[in-house]
């Protein structure tokens, strides 16, 4: 007779039953829980609402929290038995110990997770291997009223009990539930996977009369099969524990002090069960709130990285944005987190570790390589839409052809089960098994927190030899990836960005946290170098201390779900308010270091009204409005100060016109239309056109939007667009300026904009107030350009790209919106045009037309994202010759940084030349020093420069402070090579690669 048919509902249905026989609950715990709206420390544990709770009873609202303190005693008929508690609050919780250090985390089972991947709760509580019978029960457990992903999950304690726990059941339950998944993933009909049908099937019969003897057979049954190892293998896996923690996303950032707690203390109690178990963690600034809030716990993690089972992961202080963040910022975020691990731990990180970023600007190869950073990982590629990354290891060739080697794990997940299931996409996807032997499963429960529980290390020991599947071995990711790089020559390349084809919304979300970030990271700039300048010149001290805490805090407001704008309300509502305090505090300190400077300059002639400071190296001749309404043309050396006398100037006359439907100046003649929106910008100079023929500029277009945070439709713009509707418009003339102010509204939103063109300028600016309260729209301004080229140039952190404005490929298609710092431009060999900005992100070009991406308003996660009133300037400007020979990136460089006006006076400390000086100077073209700033570790200037326009370069760099020598470093401040000065003029010459960055350590 057939075979009986072996049905998998029937195998699946046996693995629940044996999982409901594991626990038997046999004694409630009494309940006391003391419910505040914020967390208290666990000294201040009572000091909350005293509520008496059972389960089924409410003890908050969302964001609440409280210390539960749990009583009772276990009963004598469990004696000689495993006992456990089981809890679950229907919230995050932390039990801690009598001294007041996290012991282990626990989270509600009902929670939001992607649940192919496994559930995420914890709900286990150790009390006891063998009980005595009578032990007391008396724990604190603080918690918050949220899942692991922030929601609210009725804020009721589900249980709170004592159990037993059937240890065999529990080994039986994992016995069948690796084998089960095997049996369901492997896509084959072998006699390995009979057996092992036939097998599970034999232990559904056993377990329909459960005892002790049909689990003990049951056990030994699959046993055989768990028994089977590979042959020789082909590949093996390494498999490290992780728990992916967003410093903040769908929960404040206070929550996250307290996941990574919870987090952190289960790994270890993990440990202390599961001698194989390694486990990673990136980001020194959760490491950093450990380390302050629970000493203890810090340095039990601290002796479990000494003995290698713990890896400190990462190079940079948090996973950041890599797109929007400046250059600068991304060294610092290099900078400040290795010398974190390297501190703390005495590791020298070689691993990026990034698994969950919004894409990889091509910046980042370099800053990597100089930073002595080997290896990237990351998984997001995975998530794009119309094109698979053609690879899982290859060598990442950024903008200036630094190559780094990078992995993308196969599983395509840092959240893996490490189930059967796992290891056999890792090894069935792996795009590179041809001419790599090694891949990555990245295991445990992430992005709230938790990590790996003890799920994950009953089936790791049940897989890491199981015949049919690749070897698996738990150790750290950078023994994986220096096994990984043995096989290097045989790698592909990809050259360029990585860009990833979703999240494209997040180039534009949450616009005013976007303009605090460019404001501060400029402002930092302008406050390192006076602050150098004042040091160096013996006027002033260096803030060094203060700055270290200010920059800390803004790169951590780069992490990857606040800086791109895909938060809950509260953390932007939070960090505003933090940027807008940091922010004033890094202009008072740079007004004070220019005071300071400005103190030592000595006078000459006329009476000093004020002192110009120029950041830029070169010098700046342009129009200024010194702030108390009057005009000076000035004239400022590179990177240095003029000092400008009192006596009133007298204003030539100027070539200007301005009418409600003209601005007119030597240079440029624009035309504006009845509907506000520009006909015309024609080039005086060069009499052409700028604009395309018949179409028209600036206009303020409204798309229908109802994506989320991180997407918008794609094809929201096949709708068309409703235009702004003009309600006034006024022209003056203010000294060089002629201006149109234009008043705008629809819906419930109205805008402002200054339109203006200054004496000797071809910049059309265009300064913006809008109050936008538009619920799923999307706000852009439209400019077609005269311009016929196949590729937009893109200014990105270190140089620029050119992406393309065709659509020709799925490729060109899915690169609907770029990312573009201060400027963007579509240029052909004699003539182009430049969109300069000073805090937008997002672009999109096509054909001729560049659309700037100005305001969105989704409605999740935050359901007010950007409905308030919002600041922001950008300009049009034409050029003759393409931008690199028309040195674009100078244009957008002076948009976002003025000239500082400091008024003369005070007592000289130290001693600066007089009415001009230049104290950091360039000769040659094409190079920028994007930082000056005080060395880390010693009396030294670091000058940063970098390579603007793709080309080689040489360049004389003339440092005119008093210095004793100079030297090139690495990134991290490191000295690699001496320099000479120049034979008589005392400059360095420096030699420059295409997108080069060069650091030179000058020592005072």
Not at 122 to 127: A, C, E, I, L, T
Not at 544 to 555: C, Q, V, Y
Not at 591 to 610: E, H, I, K, N
Not at 714 to 722: L, R, S, V, W
Request: with cysteine; hydrophobic share 40%.
């Amino acid at each position: 007779m057939p075979h009986t048919p072996i049905k998998m509902d029937v195998l699946r249905r046996t693995l629940q039953g044996i999982e409901s026989r594991i626990y038997t609950k046999v004694a409630p715990l009494a309940i006391t829980a003391y419910a505040t709206k914020e967390p208290v420390v666990f000294a201040e544990r009572e000091s909350g609402e005293r509520l008496e709770l059972n389960a089924g009873d409410k003890w908050g609202e969302r964001w609440d929290c409280a210390w539960f303190h749990f009583r009772g005693q276990v009963p004598e008929s469990a004696a000689g038995q495993k006992v456990v508690l089981l809890l679950d609050v229907n919230g995050e919780l932390c039990i801690f110990d009598d001294e007041g250090t996290p012991l282990q985390g626990l989270t509600n089972v009902n929670s939001e997770f992607d649940l192919t991947l496994g559930l995420p709760g914890k709900r286990v509580f150790p009390v006891a291997d063998n009980a005595a019978g009578g032990e007391v029960i008396d724990l604190w457990g603080d918690a918050g009223n949220n899942d692991l992903f922030g929601y609210y999950r009725s804020g009721t304690v589900k249980e709170a009990d004592i159990a037993i726990c059937r240890e065999e059941v529990r080994q039986l339950y994992y016995d069948y539930e690796v084998l089960l998944d095997y049996a369901e993933h492997i896509e084959d009909k072998s006699a390995r996977t009979a057996r092992i049908m036939q097998a599970l099937y034999d232990v559904s019969l056993l377990l329909r009369n459960p005892s002790d003897e049909t689990v003990a057979e049951a056990r030994r049954l699959l046993g055989t099969e768990l028994a089977k190892q590979g042959g020789d293998p082909t590949m093996t896996a390494t498999a490290v524990g992780h728990a992916h923690i967003d410093l903040a996303w769908l929960w404040p950032i206070r929550e996250t002090y307290r996941k990574g707690a919870r987090t952190f203390a289960t790994v270890l109690r993990l440990m202390e069960r599961y001698p194989d178990y390694v486990f990673g963690a990136s980001q020194p600034q959760l490491y950093q709130w450990v380390k302050e809030q629970h000493p203890k716990l810090y340095a039990q993690i601290k002796q479990r990285v000494a003995e290698g089972r713990w890896e400190v992961q990462g190079a940079m202080w948090v996973e950041p944005d890599s797109n929007i963040a400046g250059g600068e910022a991304l060294i610092r975020q290099i900078l400040l987190g290795k010398r974190f691990f390297k501190e703390e731990f005495g590791l020298d990180m070689r691993m990026l570790w990034v698994p969950d970023i919004f894409g990889y600007t091509a910046s980042l190869p370099q800053l990597l390589k100089q930073s002595g950073v080997d290896y990237v990982m990351t998984q997001k590629l995975s998530w794009s839409i119309h094109n698979d990354h053609p690879h899982h290891t290859f060598f990442w060739e950024g903008l200036d052809g630094s190559r780094i080697l990078t992995h993308l794990p196969p599983e395509d997940t840092y959240n893996g089960p490490a189930l059967p299931r796992s290891i056999m996409k890792a090894e069935r996807d792996y795009y590179d098994k041809n001419v790599s032997d090694h891949c990555l499963v990245v295991f445990g429960i992430g992005d709230g927190g938790g990590g790996p529980g003890e799920e994950h290390m009953e089936r790791l020991a049940r897989v890491k030899n199981l015949q049919g599947l690749i070897p698996v071995k738990q150790e750290p990711a950078i023994d994986f990836f220096d096994k990984l790089n043995a096989n290097r020559d045989r790698y592909k390349t990809w050259k360029g960005e990585l860009y990833l084809e979703k999240h494209q919304g997040t180039l534009t979300s949450q616009a005013r946290n976007k303009r605090f970030n460019r404001k501060l990271e400029k402002a930092l700039r302008e406050l390192e170098f006076a602050a150098s300048l004042a040091f160096a010149a013996g006027t002033g001290s260096y803030p060094a201390e203060e700055l270290d805490r200010i920059w800390k805090e803004m790169l951590l407001y780069q992490f990857h779900d606040i800086l791109p704008g895909s938060s809950i309300t509260r953390v932007f509502d939070e960090s505003l308010a933090r940027y807008e305090e940091l922010l004033s505090r890094v202009n008072e300190l740079a007004a004070g270091a220019y005071r300071d400077a400005a103190s030592a300059v000595t006078a000459s002639g006329a009476a000093r009204a004020a002192v110009l400071f120029n950041s830029l190296p070169w010098a700046r001749k342009e129009w200024l409005n010194t702030g108390k309404g009057e005009w000076r043309q000035v004239d400022v050396p590179a990177m240095g100060y003029a000092v400008v006398d009192s006596e009133q100037p007298t204003l030539p006359a100027f070539e200007l016109q301005a009418a409600n439907d003209s601005l007119e100046n030597d240079l440029i003649r624009v035309a504006f239309l009845a509907d506000g929106s520009i006909g015309s910008v024609y080039d005086k100079a060069l009499g052409r056109e700028t604009l395309a023929p018949g179409e028209r500029a600036n206009v303020l277009a409204i798309y229908k939007d109802d994506g989320d945070a991180w997407d918008f439709p794609e094809d929201y713009a096949a709708a068309g667009f409703e235009q702004m509707k003009l309600t006034a418009s006024q022209a003056i003339i203010d000294g060089p300026q002629a201006i149109v102010e234009q008043r705008y509204a629809c819906g419930k939103s109205t805008l402002t904009q200054r339109i203006s063109l200054t004496a000797g300028s071809k910049q059309l600016t265009f300064a913006t107030e809008a109050d936008w309260q538009e619920d799923g729209r999307m706000l852009r301004s439209i400019f077609p350009l005269n311009v016929y080229t196949d590729a937009a140039n893109c200014e990105i952190q270190f140089g620029h790209m050119k992406r393309p404005t065709h659509r020709n490929t799925m490729w060109d298609y899915a690169k609907d919106e770029i990312c573009a710092h201060q400027w963007i431009d579509l240029s052909q060999p004699d003539f182009g045009a430049a969109i300069l900005n000073d805090c937008k992100y997002g672009y999109s070009a096509n054909g001729h037309t560049v659309s700037v991406h100005l305001l969105r308003s989704p409605s999740f996660p935050d359901p007010v994202c950007d409905r308030a009133v919002h600041q922001f300037s950008y300009a049009l400007l034409p050029h003759e010759g393409d931008f690199i020979a028309a040195e674009v990136y100078k244009a957008g460089y002076a948009f976002n940084t003025p000239i500082a006006v400091v008024e003369a006076g005070g007592s000289r400390t130290g001693t600066l030349p007089t009415d001009r000086f230049s104290a950091i100077a360039l000769e040659g073209r094409g190079v920028m020093i994007e930082a000056v700033k005080k060395a880390e570790d010693e009396d030294a200037l670091i000058v940063r420069l970098y390579e603007t326009s793709g080309a080689n370069a040489a360049v004389q760099l003339r440092v005119r402070l008093p210095h004793a020598s100079a030297s090139l470093t690495d990134l991290l401040e490191q000295e690699t090579e001496t320099l000479s000065p120049s034979e008589g003029d005392g400059g360095y010459g420096l030699q420059f690669t295409p997108f080069e960055i060069k650091t030179v350590k000058v020592k005072l």
